[in-house]
């Protein structure tokens, strides 16, 4: 697994701790579930608009495909 070095606020870093600490679990946990829930949720609205975008190209598409 590779790492990746975050700078936080100071702010933004104790309210990390403190989610991680009310949650039972590291901040570093914390962190990772929060990049994947939003990679999961962007993944979802982009092939949205990329499905939509076809659809309304479709006969293009199509034709470019001849």
Same mark, same amino acid.
């Given at each position: ?11 933004? /870093? $104790?309210? =990390? ?10 901040? *570093?946990?914390? +962190?990772?579930?929060?990049? /994947? $829930?939003? =990679? ?10 990329? *499905?939509?975008? +076809? ?12």
């Amino acid at each position: 697994m590779s790492q990746l070095v975050l700078s936080l606020d100071p702010g933004l /870093r $104790a309210a =990390l701790d403190d989610l991680a600490d009310a949650q039972g679990r590291t901040p *570093e946990e914390v +962190a990772l579930a929060a990049v /994947r $829930a939003h =990679l999961r949720q962007e993944d979802g609205r982009v092939r949205a608009v990329a *499905e939509g975008l +076809a659809r309304h190209h479709a006969d293009l598409l199509r034709r470019l495909g001849e």
